[in-house]
Structure formats: C-alpha cells, structure tokens
C-alpha cells in the first residue's frame, strides 16, 4: 500500500517511453519483445492494488499487473543493481526499475476488465482496506472457518487479502486474543476487536511507511519506519509492554509468532 501511493504520486499522467526487459522470465503472458513494445507511449492512468498485486492501468484500457512477492521492489530513481529486473523509462525523464532479489515476482499486461480474472487466479479474497470489508462482513469470514486458529487465518489471503504476519502478530496482542484460539470460539465483540486492532496497526503501519525487518523497501528505497512501534514482532523473550511477562515466540501455522500468555487468551 505504501508503494502504490507513492506511485499513484509520482508516476501517475507521465508517458512510458522505453521498457528494458533485462529479466525475461519475469515476464508472463507474452515475449520480453512485445511486452516492450505494447508498453512504448502509454500513459500510466491510475496505481490500484489487491493483496501484493500492483496494478498499473495504462492508457488504451490495459493494466500492467506487478506481483511483488516476497523481494520485489518498485523503486523511483537510482540505478540499476544486479537484481534490476526491468528498466521503465518515461518522457520527463523518470525512471522505474522493478527489482526482485530472489526473482519470484512477475509482471504481465492484460485487458483492464480483465483484472478480476487474474485476482481470482491468484485465489485472492476481498481486500482488508476495501470498502466493502466492513466489520460485520470480517465477522462472517472469520465465522465461517470456524474450526481454524485465527493467526493461520488472517494470513489465508483467499479469506482476506493484505493482512501479513507482523500485522497479525500485533493486531492479536492488541486485541488480547491468543493466536492459537480457534475462530468459532471468538465472540463478536471479541472479532470486532480484532478488526479494530487491525485496521489500526496497518493503518499507523502505512503512516510509518511499513515495517522493513527483511527486505523490504518503499518506492524510494527507504526502510519503513514502524519497526521501533511494533509491541510484540520481533521482541521474544523480553517484557510484554502491557503487563512485563516475558513474551514468548512459538510456530503457529508455520509462521513465527510472539505473543504474551498472560494478555492475550
């Protein structure tokens, strides 16, 4: 989210004049070859996002679709680097490169009313932030995989899309929900805080410009700077900010999780 906005700001109205492909396996959909060449002289209309998908809208009713998975990057300015994937140049003389150290991510051009079809493809639900997702509505998904742990499940991104694990780590110590309680044994009052607690932390999260504890960085190159506000991630074995327990960390879904066995129940 805080790449997309830094893009919708800097690189929306400008005009593509040249796309070095240097990478061409992270193209998908069609050669390195043409992917130039359907990108020279298009204008970029709007930055949108679902999950970790970017979704550049182009002029001509396409939309260049960037799936940033675990490495990718987005950067404005600088130069390249051994993990430049593909150069994008513009008319002012703007530069953007995508970079993916681990080479995971994809881009690919399809029809604009074809975004649906892609999202689904990546089995991605309903988007944490968007409109629509209301707490009645975070209730009812929740309810309906009752019988999962509820850290597992807010990382499922076909249930919700955009939640992530330091998110979730923190949104459950703020609402003093245990990670490994199961879905159907949270009570609505209990899920509305949970809801609260999550739209709180990722939106202070985004404020902050996100939580650079590996790799990731903004559009710029800069770490985000959350990390120093996180309660619990990353803290395992020192004393719970609430109530001076010392925090313990344990595997929950596969996932690293700290959490605190005395506030969170």
């Known amino acids: 989210e ?16 040249s796309a070095d492909v240097l990478y061409p396996k992270v193209v998908h959909g069609m050669n390195a070859v043409d992917f130039t060449r359907a990108l020279n002289g298009r204008k ?14 182009l002029s001509g009713d396409e939309t260049l679709v960037v799936h940033l998975k675990m490495t990718g990057r987005l950067l404005i300015g ?26 995971f991510g994809y881009m690919k051009i399809v029809p604009t009313d074809e ?5 689904q493809k990546e089995r991605l639900g309903i988007d944490f932030f968007d409109r629509a997702h209301t707490a009645e509505k975070f209730c009812a998904l929740i309810h309906s995989r009752a019988g999962s742990q509820i850290k597992p499940l807010l990382l499922d991104q076909s249930l919700i899309a955009g939640i992530g694990n330091i998110y979730a780590q923190e949104a459950c110590f703020m609402a003093r929900i ?12 209990e899920l509305r805080a949970l809801y609260q607690a999550l739209r709180a932390v ?21 770490m985000g700077k959350f990390a120093p506000r996180l309660k619990v ?11 001076r327990t010392k925090l313990q960390k344990g595997a929950v879904g596969g996932r690293g999780t700290v959490f605190c066995k005395k506030c969170q129940s």
């Open 202 to 222: 990722m939106l202070s999260a985004i404020k902050y410009g996100g939580t650079s504890s590996d790799d990731y960085r903004d559009a710029f190159g800069q």
């Open 44 to 57: 970029i209309m709007e930055v949108g996002r679902q999950g970790k998908l970017i979704l550049i809208r």
């Open 178 to 189: 245990h990670p490994l309680r199961k879905a159907g044994d949270l009570n609505e009052k």
């Open 2 to 17: 805080t790449i997309c906005r830094q893009l919708q700001k800097h690189i929306v109205g400008k005009t593509i004049k």
């Open 233 to 243: 991630y990353g803290r395992q074995g020192q004393p719970c900010p609430r109530c």
């Open 78 to 103: 600088g130069i390249p680097t051994k993990s430049t994937e593909v150069i994008f140049s513009f008319t002012d003389s703007t530069v953007l490169h995508y970079d993916d150290m681990r080479r």
């Open 115 to 119: 975004e649906a079809l892609v999202v």
